[in-house]
């Protein structure tokens, strides 16, 4: 029963995942915002294991991730959506990654 959006609102942190904000409130631990976590990935050079459309479509994901949360790009949906309908059906760029197994997988790995 507890909006979380509204807390987050409340404390100005719109822009911070519900985990980190929760570590906040629970922990007084200091929030990342998605941002922050976005540039982390890309200072792990996570991307360099991924070439071409996959890796387009992972930089893609991650600038979602930074607008929209973790939710989103969870979903498979979003492929359904720009950008990603330049680079073909849900189902093509799933074998960009070696099929929906290999989607998913890099995914959670981002």
């Not at 050079?45 to 973790?70: H, P, Q």
């Amino acid at each position: 029963g507890i909006d979380l959006e509204l807390m987050k609102a409340d404390q100005n942190m719109t822009d911070v995942d519900d985990f980190d904000f929760i570590c906040h409130v629970a922990f007084d631990k200091k929030p990342l915002t998605r941002k922050e976590r976005a540039n982390n990935v890309k200072k792990r050079d996570f991307f360099s294991k991924y070439s071409g459309v996959a890796r387009e479509v992972l930089e893609a994901l991650l600038d979602k991730y930074m607008n929209t949360g973790i939710y989103e790009i969870e979903k498979t949906e979003i492929l359904k959506l720009d950008p990603f309908l330049k680079l073909g059906k849900p189902a093509k760029i799933a074998g960009y990654f070696g099929g929906k197994a290999g989607y998913l997988k890099a995914v959670q790995e981002l």
